[in-house]
């Protein structure tokens, strides 16, 4: 509908993962000023997932590409395969770094397309209102009319169609994909940065600084932009997270990396058909999609806990 | 069924003489982070069928919280100890399913602002029929006819009609007179009002406040009337209690309370209304200060660093509710108003310029005015 | 009445913007989209398919008769390698999407029917351990994707131990016994995804009501504390999760197309995914249409509802 929904905090995300559901002893500890052990072990998990994404190529692990065929299909810690080995005798273990390294990659890449452009855009209809915010919040509204997944799916789709004399490479698609999620996020974090813009833009100070004579662009990066800042980051931590799972729900329906490339999505999609089959070749990146959106929407709740705090003056 | 078996049973052999409610040594305190908060600290008083008695006292001095607690509606860190007898009984250590015998039936609530205390989603009749339904067991008819005949009884026109709207739908005044009807409904033989009449308009005031009485005399009712405005249990009570910092300071009968003022918080509550018959620009007389901290009070009198009558004394020694000569007439202060101690010790200040906390104290227009010690 | 009617006008228009983009979405395509399709065909055959689907036209032409096909039931049609027409995209359309439909009706009426009872019963004890152990219950389910839950119960509650079936579709009037029976597991995914996050939310709202004067109110009149809570507590407290409910239906549809590719369904999901694989973009373009419109509609109507179920607001846009 053309009209905004922002007498709801509630943001509708994709594929399920809400904002709403608070982090257990996030707000006590908050109110408390140390830092809980749940948040150590959240970060102390995504360092560990993030390194290992990252450092990849030079870490000790075996070929994800190439197995023995005397491997195949080896269960959890047999021969020397922490998660066993697929059909092919390709180490699960290794699949599952390379996999986060493609996986991380698109959901932090379209995450932060969604915080810059969209951030940006909200930071601005917040802030100058009136005729820029109308404008703006239409072509949001607009956009939101789309169920998201199915418009992320199509522009995948459509920007890298697979040809059978010409298939994707891993890096067409993953870029692709970075950019067809990250349109999608677009006007989500738009409409959260908005209404925090508008909320911060409506204090004093910031009109202390406009009445000082600066330039509006200078007030809105320099006053508005802290201040939303938290917000922004709590939401792009939960963000992180959705696109994960988004996309899982994209490699089911064969628009993610072609195999043999792995992401966490595909290795899990490629047996989705008999899961019986060799269930610990889904089972482990299913694990790891668990932990890393598990770790992410408890620091994303953390950071707003936190912040909220400012607010509710005790 | 049961409910209404059960209550006839409990209530079957009520004594018919003597007190209706007794209330003796009540506290209530509340476990928080920032400690004990001792809201009332050591309350009695009795009262009879078909009397009223007013609770004065400005905000947080414990006055609704008493009225609370005498009912038992207090949130779950609430430590409440004393003795509260109705009708002889003891009810004060009773749990939530025994007093829910007593609520609605027995003893009833009017609220502060009915806009709020009002479910915003419910039809007023149905408000009403809810009680009478589920404590009388009647037939829906015979409660719907009941809640108009009740509406009407409080003042509302085209109460039938107005069975079927929501409370939005009202004025102020119309919202508190359901709110009584509500009250009422299962013929209760005990009300409380807590402040019913402070979100309302003056003009509406009087008017609710006169229900109130009619209503209490037609059904001898007991009613303990709870309020920050001495002109409100002025000409409509029994006898008065004024409260501070969860203590009585002061318990007459009306006309001797109003006659005869002992405690200088009574005193200056007295002067600080404003009255038609000062020329205008008047100073308005408030007292300086504010109350104390009900978490860890100070010793001696609560009010001794805000009285302009206060002695070394009074700062050490906390003074006993005791009826100094004056029967049925009490009063807890080391130098009463209008005595021969309170008005040396009066002269003593004014002299010296000072109270025994510190505070300032002088005469300006005829009036003598204290500060706040800062 | 005005209002409606300017709502309709809204929906209508984004219905026309909605369907404008999808349908020069094949645009997008590199190259020459006739060679995706149409691999084996000759180019005077891809000529002519080409001027058939009006891609020689200017974007809004191509959209003018792509609407007025779309708008009178011809949603395009399935092409075979050498360009041959097949199937009729209506015909399978209209046999799917009821499925899809009827599955995200299921799982919301599971989901509130398991999801207010929790959020009542956590308000009510808020701060206990029922309450403190569903939150960390709640936290966990959340973070685990609708995809992960359906191939672990695939594995357990339907092969290993063989409980329910784990894939395809039998309609209502066929075998209502096993219609639902099939319809169980995806069911049970895209409900166990929602229930957290409805509970949670009906609780904060319930936890705010109880604090509120009009129930110390009605404790007065001594009415039990259940009755407080279902009859005086939960109405206020549901606007908050209705609006959820309604905002959410439009992600259900879009988890909902996952999963039916998962179990097998045969719904609109199933149906796009089919697309992809073959390459038909042109059916694609019609069923993503489909399911953006249903999405848009869905939307309206959830927000039409709203009034009627908050007098306040009833009356206020009356006033």
Redesign the interface.
């Known amino acids: ?3 905004s ?1 922002d007498s ?1 905090e ?1 943001v ?7 904002t ?5 002893g996030a707000d006590e500890a908050a109110h408390r000023r140390r830092m809980p052990i749940g948040a150590w072990l959240a970060i102390a998990w995504l360092v560990f997932v993030g390194g290992a994404a990252l450092l990849a190529p030079v870490l000790p692990i075996d070929d994800w590409k190439f197995g023995t065929f005397r491997d195949a299909r080896d269960g959890w810690f047999t021969n020397g395969h922490w998660f066993g080995a697929d059909e092919s005798g390709r180490d699960v273990f290794s699949r599952v770094v390379w996999g986060g390294r493609s996986s991380l990659l698109i959901a932090v890449g379209s995450i932060a397309i969604g915080v810059l452009v969209g951030g940006f855009l909200g930071l601005c209809a917040g802030y100058f209102g009136r005729r820029t915010d109308s404008v703006l919040s239409a072509s949001f509204n ?1 956009m939101l ?6 418009l992320a ?3 995948v ?7 059978e004399e010409d298939p994707p490479t891993r890096w067409e698609r993953v870029r692709v994909m970075i950019l067809a999620i990250g349109i999608v996020s677009i006007p989500i974090l738009a409409r959260i940065t908005r209404a925090n813009a508008l909320a911060w833009s409506q204090r004093e100070f910031v009109m202390a600084a406009k009445a000082q004579g600066a330039r509006s662009m200078r007030v809105m990066f320099r006053e508005v932009l802290p201040n939303v800042i938290p917000a922004i980051l709590s939401i792009a931590l939960l963000g992180i ?1 959705v696109v994960i ?1 988004i996309e ?2 994209l490699a ?4 993610s990396v072609s195999r043999p490339d792995p992401t966490w999505g595909n290795m ?2 490629g ?2 058909s008999d ?2 089959k060799q ?1 610990h070749v ?1 089972q482990a990146p ?1 694990l790891f ?2 932990v890393t ?2 770790a992410l ?2 620091l994303g709740d953390f950071v707003r806990s936190r912040f909220d705090v400012r607010e509710s003056a005790i | 069924m049961n409910r209404r078996k059960r209550g006839a049973e409990r209530f079957a052999d009520a004594p018919l003489d003597g007190a209706l409610l007794d209330v003796v040594a009540v506290k209530t305190a509340f476990e928080t982070d920032h400690g004990l908060v001792r809201a009332v600290d050591g309350v009695s008083f009795s009262l009879e069928r078909g009397k009223t008695i007013g609770i004065v006292g400005e905000s947080g001095c414990g006055k609704s919280v008493l009225s609370r607690s005498i009912m038992g509606l207090l949130p779950s860190n609430a430590r409440r100890s004393g003795s509260i007898l109705f009708e002889g009984r003891e009810i004060g250590d009773a749990p939530a399913d025994v007093m829910r015998d007593y609520w609605g039936t027995q003893m009833a609530m009017v609220f502060q602002d009915p806009m709020t205390s009002l479910n915003p989603v419910m039809k007023i009749g149905k408000q009403i029929t809810e009680s009478l339904r589920y404590h009388l067991d009647v037939s829906k008819d015979y409660a719907t006819e009941t809640a108009q005949a009740l509406l009407q009884s409080v003042g509302i026109p085209e109460a039938k009609r107005r069975l079927r709207e929501y409370p939005h739908q009202l004025s102020g005044g119309m919202r508190q007179r359901v709110m009584i009807a509500i009250a009422l409904a299962c013929g209760p033989k005990l009300l409380f009002a807590d402040e019913p009449t402070t979100a309302l308009d003056v003009t509406v005031q009087a008017q609710i406040l006169d229900l109130l009485q009619a209503q209490q005399r037609e059904r001898f009712m007991a009613m303990v009337l709870v309020t920050h405005d001495l002109g409100v249990v002025a000409g409509r009570t029994d006898d008065i209690a004024v409260m501070y910092a969860g203590r009585i300071v002061e318990k007459a009968p009306t006309r001797s309370l109003f006659a005869q003022v002992r405690h200088p918080y009574t005193e200056a509550l007295l002067k600080s209304i404003p009255k038609l018959t000062h020329p205008s620009h008047t100073r308005l007389e408030a007292i300086a200060g504010r109350p104390p901290d009900l978490v860890s009070p100070p010793p001696g009198c609560k009010f001794a660093p805000r009285c302009p009558y206060a002695q070394d004394r009074c700062l050490t020694e906390e003074p006993p509710l005791l009826d100094g000569g004056i029967p049925g007439h009490e009063f807890r202060c080391w130098f009463p108003v209008g005595t021969e101690a309170g008005n040396e010790a009066l002269a003593r200040n004014l002299a010296a310029g000072t109270a025994a906390a510190g505070q300032p104290v002088r005469v300006e227009q005829d009036a003598v005015v204290t500060e706040a010690v800062s | 009445m005005r209002t409606i009617v300017r709502r309709l006008i809204q929906l209508v228009v984004v219905i026309v913007v909605v369907t404008f983009f999808t349908s020069v979405l094949t645009r997008l395509l590199p190259g020459d989209p006739t060679t995706l399709i149409a691999q084996f065909a000759t180019p005077d055959e891809r000529e002519e398919l080409r001027a058939e689907l009006g891609l020689n036209r200017n974007v809004v032409a191509q959209y003018g008769s792509w609407a007025t096909d779309f708008f009178t039931g011809d949603m395009g049609t399935y092409y075979a390698g050498t360009g041959v027409r097949g199937e009729d995209v209506y015909d399978r359309a209209k046999i799917a999407l009821p499925k899809s439909l009827l599955l995200i009706f299921y799982a919301q009426v599971v989901t509130l029917l398991i999801a207010v009872p929790l959020g009542v019963i956590t308000a009510y004890r808020a701060g206990k351990r029922v309450d403190r152990w569903a939150n960390t219950v709640a936290f966990g389910l959340v973070a685990i994707p609708a995809f992960v839950l359906a191939a672990l119960l695939k594995l357990y509650l339907g092969l290993e131990w063989d409980l329910l079936p784990t894939i395809g579709w039998i309609d209502l009037t066929d075998d209502p016994v096993e219609h639902f029976r099939h319809a169980a597991m995806p069911v049970i995914v895209l409900a166990v995804g929602q229930i957290a996050v409805y509970a949670r939310l009906l609780r904060s709202d319930m936890v705010a009501t109880l604090q509120e004067d009009f129930i110390l109110m009605a404790k007065s009149k001594g009415i039990s504390n259940r009755r407080i809570l279902w009859r005086h507590a939960l109405r206020p407290s549901s606007l908050t999760l209705l609006t959820v409910a309604g905002l959410n239906i439009g992600t259900l549809l879009s988890g909902a197309l996952v999963i039916e590719i998962i179990f097998d369904v045969g719904g609109i999901g199933s149906l796009i995914y089919d697309a992809i694989n073959r390459r038909q973009y042109f059916a694609l373009q019609s069923l993503i249409a489909l399911v953006a419109i249903a999405y848009v509609v869905v939307n309206f109507i959830v927000d039409l509802l709203y009034t009627v179920l908050d007098p306040r607001i009833r009356s206020a846009r009356i006033a």
């Open positions: 509908m053309l009209e929904r709801t509630i509708p995300t994709p594929a399920g993962v809400s709403v559901t608070a982090a257990p607009i009319a789309f169920p998201q997944l199915v799916l199509t522009l789709a459509v920007l890298s169609p697979f040809q997270g799972v899982g729900g089911l329906f064969g628009v899990i999609a047996e989705i899961v019986q269930p889904w299913a999609i668990f959106v598990l929407n408890y």
